[in-house]
């Protein structure tokens, strides 16, 4: 397994199984490397088996599948040039082409079809009043006005007041103009159609501030008979939580079950999500006991880099459970929940990640990404009556096997105050036990995510080229209940470098790695930690840090999203300077002997860049050994969905700098000798 293996990959996103379970449509999702860029086309599979996929569109910009009710067309997302936005079209699965059903400059995404299959809402940032002909556009963007404290945000860019998300229909047949739902000054996500037909239904934030406390979205009702879109007078709220409602389903009795989470008091860093049932807009949570997030995903470099899609989520035939998934020990998996008392039935396996997922309209059948150690993603539909599966198609399977990967193996061990730590080993082909490797501990961000079982290409290149790799889910990591997430407020970091260090500990004591090749990586919280072990220790031989945190007061005043809730700090950086200090590697930068490679994207407004020059710029002028490398025109997502050529040379630049410290390999474009 090599760096440039990424570029063969194939990807399955956003499968969407028809709706009496027949067929899967997907977003096919590969490199075109011609173009240096993801190219994205539907295609479809017989969700019985034996015949293997095939295209519905060539693409190359061709995304968001959605079945109409009745199942004979396709709803779906085509951007005819790269960097434009896309339109809806129809295709007919009868044959013949696709037709497109807006033109509209904004664009649009998010189709969902009406109950009977005439009307297609969606989601447009488009501003009738503004977007005219007559509307001349400046030559020269002109400067922005910034009144509020968030007015950016990482992989989307400026916030564009003007030119919101908001909710709108079409008819399906093609030939009448597209028409707004809604206006104003809040976005809206998520929309899909009442029972009835005669409402779409939707989630917005509608705080005129809500930096100041958690993340929060409603669900909302908007009437589709409206003459002129509404701002809010027309709007109902059907469903209030404090907290965020990420995903929802209307109930036959006109309720609604969802994925939620409730924000208890005091605010805690993490607020798991939990199955509620809303009853006449007031929720019941189904799964208080369960202490375990519903519908979260994992981490992984190989999720698709395009082609959208979610998590499963649905409603089955009884009305009395729902179909989702729950997220335990580094796993997240398929399973049923009853809305009774919230007892859980797993469906998938504690080594099987699900990736992206849908259901059956009659509720019998899932298709779903199902992936692992072993393989980024394969399809796979599930029949949940019988709870039988069937892999329907392992787009990688080639590619992997004459990879010949090494073992991954499943640790627990205790850390410094007997806290036991789950973790991973990836030991490189051929591994033998007798042998002395060197050791590179991947370290992941969030701080409130967690590794497992998932396909990491960056860990399986590190192993084929002789190293032993060791990722752990230290506290704070998910997946194992709200207390472990939430135990580093305010203490992070902290205890979790603990838990890391007492991790290297003890794969020192296996026997097999050699203690003085060391090497320690990972990024943005995981670059904090990494800045953070080389401020504290002196025991790793290298060290790479990616869109990392390096001064918790910077960061406080340029991030993308706002500090101002309590949850990290108490107080803001003025009004508790030494606090900021204590916890930020920069502090401590002059205790560094570690030699430090900077991995940062220059557009990376989540960590600007800033984060890394400071630990550059610290090191150099203590002449010690440093380097960076920064990548144009990337953001915070490099190395998950970074373009294709930059993702090679971010991997080749890892191995190249552990090479040159813990084997001994000249790597001059670091412009740093090899101590003699």
């Not at 490797?437 to 860990?459: D, S």
């Not at 840090?545 to 990290?568: E, H, I, K, L, N």
Request: proline residues 8%; aromatic residues 10%; hydrophobic residues 35%.
């Amino acid at each position: 397994m090599r760096e440039e293996d990424l570029l063969k990959f194939t990807w399955i996103a956003d499968a969407q199984i028809s709706p009496d379970g027949r067929r899967v449509a997907f977003t096919r999702v590969v490199v075109d490397e011609a173009e240096d860029a993801y190219a994205t086309s539907l295609w479809i599979v017989d969700a019985e088996g034996g015949a293997p996929p095939s295209p519905l569109t060539a693409g190359p910009r061709d995304s968001q599948a959605r079945w109409a009710p009745d199942g004979t067309k396709l709803a779906f997302v085509r951007a005819r040039e790269a960097g434009k936005p896309g339109q809806l079209h129809v295709l007919p699965m009868t044959g013949g082409e696709a037709t497109a059903l807006t033109s509209l400059e904004h664009g649009v995404s998010q189709p969902a079809w009406s109950p009977d299959g005439t009307k297609i809402a969606f989601m447009s940032g488009e501003n009738p009043e503004l977007d005219t002909p007559e509307k001349k556009k400046p030559k020269n963007e002109p400067g922005r006005i910034v009144t509020r404290p968030e007015w950016r945000m990482n992989n989307e860019g400026f916030y564009d007041w003007d030119h919101l998300d908001h909710v709108w229909v079409v008819d399906s047949a093609d030939g009448t103009p597209p028409r707004p739902l809604t206006r104003g000054y809040f976005r809206e996500g998520s929309p899909a159609f009442s029972r009835d037909g005669q409402h779409v239904l939707f989630l917005s934030d509608r705080r005129a501030e809500p930096w100041f406390e958690h993340e929060e979205q409603r669900l909302y009702s908007v009437p589709i008979g409206l003459a002129e879109p509404t701002a809010g007078e027309a709007l109902v709220e059907v469903a209030a939580l404090r907290g965020p409602i990420a995903s929802f389903h209307e109930t036959p009795q006109g309720g609604f079950v969802a994925v939620a989470g409730i924000v208890p008091d005091p605010m805690p860093t993490y607020v798991q999500s939990d199955l509620v049932v809303f009853e006449k807009g007031k929720g019941r949570n189904v799964t208080p006991a369960l202490d375990l997030p519903v519908s979260e995903e994992i981490s992984s470099d190989q999720h698709p880099p395009r082609g959208g899609g979610s998590l499963p989520f649905a409603l089955l035939p009884n009305g009395t459970h729902a179909l989702t998934v729950v997220s335990k020990a580094g796993a997240a998996r398929l399973a049923t929940i009853a809305l009774a008392d919230g007892k859980v039935d797993e469906r998938t396996g504690p080594r099987e990640e699900v990736v992206n997922g849908s259901v059956s309209r009659d509720g019998r059948r899932a298709a779903v990404v199902l992936g692992g150690h072993d393989r980024p993603g394969d399809l796979v539909v599930h029949d949940v009556e019988t709870k039988a599966s069937r892999t329907l198609w392992q787009p990688n399977r080639e590619l992997l096997e004459g990879a010949k990967l090494g073992e991954v193996e499943e640790i627990r061990y205790p850390s410094f105050d007997g806290r036991e730590i789950h973790g991973w080993i990836v030991k490189p082909p051929g591994f033998d036990p007798k042998k002395k490797y060197p050791l590179i501990l991947e370290i992941h961000g969030g701080p409130h995510i967690a590794y497992g079982v998932g396909f990491f290409h960056e860990f399986r290149m590190l192993a084929a080229a002789g190293y032993v790799v060791l990722y752990t889910n230290p506290r704070g990591s998910t997946t194992y209940g709200r207390e472990f997430a939430n135990v580093i407020q305010y203490r992070y970091p902290g205890d979790d470098a603990k838990d890391l260090l007492a991790g290297v500990d003890a794969m020192i004591a296996r026997g097999y790695v050699d203690a003085k090749r060391l090497g320690v990586t990972g990024g943005s919280g995981g670059g904090l930690l990494t800045n953070w072990l080389v401020t504290q220790t002196p025991r790793f031989a290298a060290a790479i840090t990616q869109r990392c945190v390096s001064d918790w007061a910077g960061m406080y005043y340029s991030c993308d999203f706002t500090m101002y809730m309590p949850f990290w700090f108490r107080r803001a950086p003025w009004q508790d300077a030494k606090e900021y200090a204590e916890r930020s590697p920069l502090t401590f930068v002059d205790q560094v002997t570690t030699p430090l490679l900077v991995l940062h994207a220059e557009e990376d407004w989540r960590t600007p860049i800033a984060q890394g020059e400071a630990m550059f710029r610290a090191l150099k002028h203590q002449r010690k050994p440093a380097a960076m490398v920064r990548f144009p025109g990337e953001n915070h997502e490099l190395s998950r969905s970074g373009t294709p050529s930059r993702r090679v040379q971010n991997q080749r630049v890892i191995r190249r700098w552990f090479d040159h410290w813990l084997m001994g390999k000249e790597a001059p474009e670091f412009g740093i000798p090899l101590p003699a």
